[in-house]
């Protein structure tokens, strides 16, 4: 369901004075550690540190693929599925992504297409369902897994470990929480998400504990990829190492993860937002601004954010928008608003897509937002642009902002200063 929003005209006394202060391109440079074999590694990792191979002989062995993209994720499962079989187990893999693809089997196989990971390529079975198995409960809260990884007789639970958008916790997005919603399907993520996200750092290390205690559980793979989405690590672990690895690979998550190398911003500018770039729309971990509105000041001081549009890959699904303080007329009729309310009731947060003030052009949203920080002098507004959360290496800021980062450790001038060029109509080329 698109809508048309109407041009609006709200008077805004002082508007026509505002300046627009120049911009300046510099480069923001990261760790560039990463695992230039990631096969060659994990195959080392996986022989090393697991300690019993024997005991894998004659065994159906599952490992969990998820829907979160990861640099050669059909190489490290295929290595996977290889030494499983050297071991004498016969390997298969199960879609582990919650309520992901619409919570569909078939959708959900289709997802892991979309990363080569098929039955011809990985050379082992793709068995998906959204039938779960009640393992055990955590104070009165059913605890589910998937059946087929229920039947077999070791569970591989591999997934990149990254900070989550919605809380802060010991345990976030990785192993953990594969466990937990993951490998629980669409039954098991939709009655996890019920409880909120305020409770997940609460719910998740004890759900995993329960997890390990009753399931045929193998091993854990956890992968963490650098600033420029490399992978940088690549660690086997086992059950008497589980959760220790978990929380020790966040920790390395955090410090790799792309971000600003400076935190007060007066102004940003996102040009694209979408489901592709983060659940979010736009990462919180960059942004400070997520929907449960737990970051605040702790990730970033940002005082107005203006959203320019959304991703082809959203298919209008315009999740991020409510977090943002003004977008534009032809952004908002973009939308479809069907789409995205279904997508923001998953999580309970209504207000997580509310409708943000718009206004008709570019120029004039980027105007409003220097106007209503009052007292910022225009010429010293803080002001940063950048394509998507993504793309944070080579990103413009205004002259000011620029004087007072410039002598940053990786920060580098590339060009300028230049006006904030808008077209005829208004908007940025």
């Known amino acids: 369901m698109r809508i048309d929003f109407p041009e609006i005209h709200t008077p805004v006394p002082g508007l026509e004075t505002v300046t627009v202060p120049e911009m300046v391109t510099i480069h923001q440079a990261y760790d560039t550690e990463k695992i230039d074999d990631v096969v060659e590694h994990l195959r080392g990792e996986l022989n090393n540190k697991i300690k019993d191979k024997e005991s894998f002989q004659g065994k159906r062995i599952c490992i969990t693929v998820g829907s979160r993209g990861i640099p050669d994720l059909d190489k490290m499962v295929r290595v996977m599925c290889d030494t499983l079989k050297e071991w004498g187990a016969s390997p ?3 879609p582990s992504m919650g309520s992901h693809a619409g919570g569909k089997a078939e959708g959900q196989t289709e997802m892991l297409a979309g990363y080569n990971v098929t039955e011809e390529t990985m050379g082992v079975p793709i068995l998906s369902s959204m039938e779960v198995v009640q393992y055990d409960e955590l104070d009165g809260i059913p605890l589910y897994c998937d059946k087929y990884a229920m039947e077999s007789d070791g569970i591989v639970i591999f997934n990149k470990v990254k900070p989550h958008t919605d809380f802060r916790a010991k345990h976030e997005s990785g192993l953990a929480k594969m466990i937990a ?12 998400h019920s409880f909120g996200f305020h409770r997940f750092g609460e719910l998740i290390p004890p759900v995993a504990e329960k997890f390990l205690e009753k399931c045929p559980f193998a091993f854990g793979v956890g992968v963490v990829q650098n600033a420029y989405d490399d992978i940088c690590t690549i660690e086997v672990c086992e ?11 966040l920790e390395i998550a955090k410090e790799k993860i792309a971000k600003f190398l400076f935190d007060d911003i007066d102004v940003l500018i996102i040009d694209e937002i ?5 659940g979010n729309g736009h990462d919180p971990n960059v942004t400070g601004r997520n929907i449960t509105r737990t970051f605040g000041d702790s990730t970033l001081k940002l005082k107005k954010l203006f959203v320019r549009g959304i991703t082809p890959e959203a298919h209008h699904n315009g999740n991020g928008l409510g977090s943002c303080d003004v977008t534009t007329r032809r952004c908002l009729n973009e939308v479809d608003w069907e789409v995205t309310w279904g997508n923001c009731l998953t999580t309970g947060i209504m207000d997580a897509t509310m409708i943000p003030y718009y206004v008709n052009t570019d120029e004039e949203a980027v105007k409003t937002c ?19 959360t ?5 990103i413009q800021v205004s002259t000011a ?6 002598d940053l450790p990786g920060i580098s001038y590339v060009s300028g200063p230049e006006p904030m060029k808008f077209n005829d109509e208004g908007m940025m080329d």
């Open 92 to 94: 298969f893999i199960i």
């Open 181 to 192: 919603i993951g490998i629980a399907k669409h039954k098991g993520a939709a009655m996890f």
């Open 239 to 249: 059950k008497d190492n589980f959760m220790e690895t978990d929380a020790r690979l």
């Open 274 to 278: 979408g489901k592709n770039i983060s």
């Open 370 to 388: 220097i106007h209503t920080l009052y007292s910022t002098d225009p010429k010293d507004t803080r002001i940063v642009h950048i394509k998507n």
């Open 390 to 394: 993504l793309s944070l290496e080579t």
């Open 401 to 406: 902002l620029y004087e007072s980062i410039k």
